[in-house]
C-alpha cells in the first residue's frame, strides 16, 4: 500500500504542488514558452489524427439507392493482412447470384433482391453526352433494384421490353429528355438505343453520387457480362424485425456473404467510400502514434534546454537540501500545468488541421468530396491524455540526470557548461553510419522489401546518428570552416566565433534537429524525383506506339474496338491495355507477407513492338494462360524468379497461382505486374481496356492513318484517337495518392520540426539577456551585437545545410539504385531551392528575432536580471 501511495504522488502532482508549478511557471515565462508551443502544435497534430480516425472508423455517406434495405450484403471487400490490418480490393468483389435465394429463406426477411452495377454513358437525342451530378457516374440497374431505394415512378411505367429504360428525374432535366424520347446508353464503347418509358424519382433528397438508369432485369444482366453475379442482395426485413439481429441471422445462414446495416451500407454503395475509411483509419492510426513519440522527444529538447538555462537554480536547490524525488515531483507538476493548458489551446487549430488534411485526402482522390468529418469531445480528451502523458515522461527524462548527482556536482555543473559527451551516445551514432551504409549499398533487403524500399528506411538510421553525433559534428565543423565563415579581424566576427566554439553544445541544440528535418525532407523530396524521373524515362523510351486509342469517359475501350482497329489497313500491332491492382502474397521470415502492386494486361504477340518492357530474364511471349511477368523490383522483392509460381489476388479478390514467365526493368513506367489481357479484364469490374496502343507498318503515312482509325471507330460515340503522348494519362502505377499523402504527412512532421527548431533558437538566444548587457557595457555597439548574431546564424544555416545533405547521399544513392539501376539520383532543383531557403528562413529569422528581443531591456535593468 505504501508503494501504490508513493507511485500514485509520483505520477499525480498535488494540488500545492500544482500551485508551485504555476508560481514557478508566472515567474519564468520564457523558460517554458518553448516547451507550451511545442505541446500545442503537438496536440493540434495529435487531435487532427484523433479526428480523422474517429472519422473513418464511425462515418462514411449516407447510402442513396439502398437506403431502403434494412441489411445490405456484398462480398468481402478486404483481404485482411492480420486481426487489425486490411487490404482493400481494387474491383468490386461480386456474389454467387444462388445467394439471392439462400438469403431470401432466412427467416425476417420479407424480399432479397440482386441488384447489378453497370457503368454506362447516357447520349441524349441531340448526341450530347449527359453526366452524373459533380462528376459521379450514371449506373444501370434491373427494375427490380428500384424497391430497395424505394424509388416510385412519376411518370410512365417500369421497362418490360428489352429496348425500354427509365431515367431518374434529375438525369432527364439534365440532359432535357422527355417520355417517349430515344437515348443511347453506352456500355464499354458499345451504343444501344433505348426508348424513355418512365421517370423516377429518387428517395429523400435525391442522388447525390450517381444518376440512375433501370432497365429490364434480363438486359441489366446481359449489359453487366456476368449473368451468375450480383454486386449486391439487398434485404427487405419483415415488419417488427431489428436490422442488426438480422443481419446476423443471415450471416449465419449463408455462408460468404458480407452483411451491413446503418451507415455501413454505404460502403457496398460506393466502394470508395469504403477505399477511404480504410486509409483514413491505417493512416491516422500510424501517424498519429509517430507523433505522439515525435512530441516526446521535441518537448524533452526543449525542456532540456529550459532546465539547462535553470542549472543553477535547481543545483541550489539540491545544495539546501531537496531530494531528487522532490526535483522529479516539482519538474513533474510544472509539465502537467504546461502540457495541460497546451493540449487544450492546441485543439482549437487542431480541427483546422484534420480539415486541411481532410483536403489533401480529396485532392490526392483517396477520399471522396463528400466524405463526412465526426468532431467530438473523445479526440480532444485523447490528446490531452496523450500530450500530458508525453510531457510528463519527457520531464522525468530531462530531470532524471539531475535529479540523481550530489548538491556539490550540481553546483559545480552549473558554473559551466559540462564537456563530457555521453560515451554510450557516441558508440551508438558511430555504429549507426555504417550500418546505414550497409543497408544502402550492401543488398540487404529482407524478403518483402525492395532495394529501394530498404534505402528509403535506412535514412531514419542516419538521422539518429545524425541526433546522437550532431554536437559533435558541430564542433569538429567550428574547428574545420568556422574561421572561412566569420572574419577573425573584425570584433562581430570573433565574438561570434568564440561564442559558438565555447557553447557548441547549446548551439547544436538548434543545428541538430534542423539538420535531421533537411535530411528527411530532402530524402522525401529528391527520392519522389528520382522516382517520376525514372517512371518517365523508362515509359518515353519503352512507348514504341505511334498511335494510341482511348475513351472520352470513365467507361473503358470494348474488344470489338480492339477488332476494328487491327482491321485498318496500315496497322502493323494493336495492343489492348487493361489496368487493375493486384495483391501478391510470398513468403516472409517465418510467415507470409502481402503487398500491392500496378498491375497490366497485354496481349503478348509483337508486344516489343507497340511495349519494351525491357526483359532481362525469360520470354514475354510465353504470357498466356496461368502466366505472369514480374517488375525486377518486385521480383528482387518477394524473391521469385523465372518458372516459380507466385500467389497473386486479382482486383476482385479473385486468387491466381500463375508461373513467372519473364523479368522485366521498366516497371516503373508501365507497371510491376503483367498479366495476359484476358484475365485481368474477366476480373475487372467494368471489363474493358484503358487504351489500345497501335504501331503502324513501317512507311505509313501518320496523317492518313489517323484518319482511317477514326473512320474505324466512328460508330463507337466514347472512343477517340489520339498521338502517343494520349497513353501517358493512362498509364502510371495506380495512381493511389500514396505520394500525395506521404508528401502531406511528412510536410506535418517537418512542420512540427521547424517549430521546435524556431523554438529553441527562440530560447537560446533570448536567454542572453544579460551576455548581450555585459558586452554593451564593455563597448560593443549594437550593430556589433547583430552582427556577431548574423555570424552565430551563418554558423547554423552552413552546419545545418553540410549535415543535413551529406547525410541524404547513402539513402539516395540506394533509392536510385533500387529502382533505376543508376548510382546518379534526380535532385529537384525547385526541391533543393525551397530546402535552402526553409533552413535559412527558420535560422536566421528566429535568432534576428529573438535577438531584437533580448536587446530591448535596459543594461542596468539586464545585467542585474537572473539567468
Known amino acids: 500500500m505504501r508503494r501504490l501511495r508513493r507511485l500514485v504522488r509520483a505520477v499525480v502532482p498535488f494540488p500545492r504542488d500544482l500551485s508551485l508549478a504555476w508560481s514557478t511557471i508566472k515567474g519564468r515565462r520564457g523558460g517554458f514558452v518553448g516547451s507550451f508551443i511545442a505541446i500545442v502544435a503537438g496536440s493540434a497534430v495529435i487531435t487532427a489524427c484523433g479526428i480523422l480516425l474517429v472519422s473513418g472508423l464511425g462515418t462514411g455517406v449516407t447510402p442513396e439507392r439502398y437506403g431502403g434495405a434494412a441489411v445490405l450484403l456484398g462480398g468481402a471487400q478486404s483481404f485482411w493482412l492480420d486481426e487489425s490490418a486490411e487490404v482493400r480490393y481494387s474491383e468490386r468483389v461480386t456474389l454467387p447470384a444462388d445467394k439471392v435465394a439462400a438469403v431470401a429463406a432466412v427467416p425476417g426477411v420479407r424480399a432479397a433482391i440482386g441488384d447489378v452495377n453497370v457503368e454506362v454513358s447516357l447520349l441524349a437525342p441531340d448526341g450530347h453526352t449527359v453526366a452524373g451530378p459533380n462528376g459521379f457516374p450514371v449506373l444501370g440497374h434491373g427494375w427490380s433494384a428500384a424497391a430497395l431505394g424505394p424509388f416510385r415512378l412519376r411518370d410512365g411505367h417500369a421497362p418490360s421490353a428489352p429496348d425500354e429504360v427509365v431515367l431518374d428525374v434529375d438525369l432527364a432535366a439534365r440532359g432535357d429528355v422527355s417520355l417517349g424520347a430515344t437515348v443511347q446508353l453506352v456500355v464499354g464503347s458499345l451504343p444501344s438505343s433505348y426508348r424513355v418509358v418512365g421517370l423516377a424519382v429518387a428517395p429523400g433528397d435525391g442522388l447525390d453520387r450517381q444518376s440512375a438508369v433501370f432497365v429490364t432485369d434480363d438486359e441489366a444482366t446481359t449489359l453487366s457480362g456476368r449473368p451468375d453475379r450480383v454486386d449486391a442482395i439487398g434485404v427487405l426485413a419483415a415488419p417488427g424485425v431489428v436490422p442488426e439481429q438480422l443481419a446476423e441471422r443471415i450471416t449465419a445462414a449463408v455462408p460468404g456473404v458480407v452483411a451491413h446495416t446503418g451507415a455501413g451500407r454505404g460502403d457496398v454503395e460506393f466502394l470508395d467510400v469504403g477505399d477511404a475509411r480504410s486509409l483514413v ?276 475501350v470494348s474488344p470489338e474496338v480492339v477488332d476494328a482497329v487491327r482491321g485498318v489497313a496500315g496497322v502493323a500491332v494493336a495492343t489492348p491495355v487493361a489496368r487493375m491492382r493486384v495483391l501478391l502474397t510470398f513468403p516472409s521470415e517465418d510467415s507470409t507477407s502481402t503487398k500491392v502492386f500496378a498491375a497490366q494486361g497485354v496481349t503478348p504477340e509483337r508486344l516489343p513492338e507497340t511495349m519494351d518492357l525491357g526483359v532481362n530474364e525469360g520470354d514475354i511471349a510465353e504470357l498466356r494462360g496461368d502466366a505472369v511477368a514480374l517488375s525486377r523490383i518486385v521480383a528482387e522483392t518477394v524473391r521469385a524468379k523465372v518458372g516459380e509460381t507466385v500467389e497473386l489476388r486479382l482486383g476482385d479478390g479473385t486468387v491466381v497461382t500463375p508461373r513467372v514467365v519473364a523479368i522485366y526493368e521498366n516497371g516503373l513506367g508501365f507497371g510491376d505486374v503483367t498479366l495476359p489481357h484476358d484475365l485481368v479484364v474477366a476480373h475487372t469490374t467494368a471489363r474493358v481496356s484503358s487504351a489500345v496502343l497501335i504501331r503502324s507498318v513501317d512507311g505509313t503515312d501518320p496523317t492518313a492513318l489517323t484518319g482511317a482509325l477514326r473512320g474505324a471507330v466512328e460508330r463507337y460515340p466514347t472512343v477517340q484517337v489520339g498521338d502517343r503522348e494520349a497513353f501517358l494519362t493512362t498509364s502510371g502505377s495506380g495512381g493511389s495518392g500514396d505520394w500525395a499523402l506521404n508528401l502531406l504527412f511528412q510536410t506535418v512532421l517537418l512542420g512540427y520540426i521547424a517549430i521546435a527548431v524556431v523554438n529553441t533558437l527562440v530560447m537560446a538566444t533570448a536567454a542572453r539577456v544579460r551576455e548581450f548587457a555585459s558586452l554593451r557595457l564593455i563597448g560593443a555597439s549594437r550593430d556589433q ?83
Open 785 to 867: 551585437l547583430r552582427a556577431m548574431m548574423n555570424g552565430e546564424a551563418r554558423i547554423v544555416i552552413f552546419s545545418t545545410l553540410l549535415f543535413g545533405l551529406l547525410a541524404t547521399v547513402p539513402p539516395l544513392i540506394g533509392i536510385s539504385l533500387g529502382l533505376t539501376r543508376s548510382p546518379v539520383p534526380r535532385i529537384s532543383l525547385t526541391g533543393l531551392i525551397a530546402i535552402v531557403a526553409l533552413t535559412i528562413a527558420l535560422s536566421w529569422g528566429a535568432i534576428r528575432m529573438a535577438t531584437r528581443y533580448a536587446m530591448r531591456q535596459a543594461l542596468i535593468d539586464a545585467i542585474g536580471g537572473r539567468e
Open 281 to 556: 483509419v491505417e493512416t491516422a492510426a500510424s501517424f498519429g502514434g509517430t507523433m505522439v513519440l515525435i512530441v516526446v522527444f521535441v518537448v524533452a529538447s526543449t525542456l532540456a534546454l529550459s532546465v539547462r538555462q535553470r542549472r543553477r537554480e535547481l543545483a541550489l536547490l539540491r545544495a539546501i537540501g531537496a531530494t531528487p524525488q522532490q526535483i522529479h515531483r516539482m519538474i513533474g507538476a510544472e509539465m502537467t500545468v504546461v502540457s495541460s493548458v497546451g493540449a487544450v489551446v492546441g485543439a482549437i487549430p487542431g480541427v483546422l488541421l484534420a480539415f486541411v488534411m481532410r483536403g489533401v485526402f480529396v485532392l490526392a482522390g483517396v477520399m471522396p468530396p463528400d466524405f463526412q468529418m465526426r468532431v467530438g469531445l473523445l479526440p480532444v480528451l485523447a490528446s490531452l491524455v496523450l500530450c500530458v502523458l508525453s510531457a510528463r515522461l519527457a520531464g522525468w527524462l530531462v530531470a532524471r540526470r539531475l535529479a540523481r548527482v550530489s548538491p556539490v556536482e550540481a553546483l559545480g555543473d552549473a558554473a559551466i557548461e559540462p564537456k563530457k559527451f555521453g560515451r554510450v551516445r557516441v558508440a551508438v551514432g558511430v555504429l549507426l553510419i555504417p550500418l546505414g551504409l550497409l543497408l544502402t549499398w550492401g543488398n540487404v533487403a529482407a524478403p518483402g522489401d525492395s532495394a529501394a524500399d530498404t534505402a528509403g528506411s535506412a535514412v531514419l538510421l542516419f538521422v539518429v546518428a545524425l541526433g546522437c553525433l550532431g554536437p559533435l559534428l558541430l564542433r569538429g565543423a567550428l574547428a574545420l570552416f568556422g574561421s572561412g565563415l566569420n572574419r577573425q579581424s573584425t570584433a562581430s566576427g570573433f565574438l561570434a566565433q568564440t561564442n559558438a566554439r565555447a557553447n557548441w553544445r547549446r548551439l547544436s541544440t538548434a543545428t541538430t534537429p534542423l539538420a535531421m528535418g533537411v535530411t528527411l525532407a530532402a530524402v522525401q523530396v529528391f527520392g519522389a524525383s528520382t522516382t517520376m524521373a525514372g517512371a518517365q524515362h523508362q515509359i518515353e523510351e519503352g512507348l514504341r506506339a505511334d498511335h494510341v486509342v482511348t475513351a472520352s469517359s470513365g467507361a473503358g
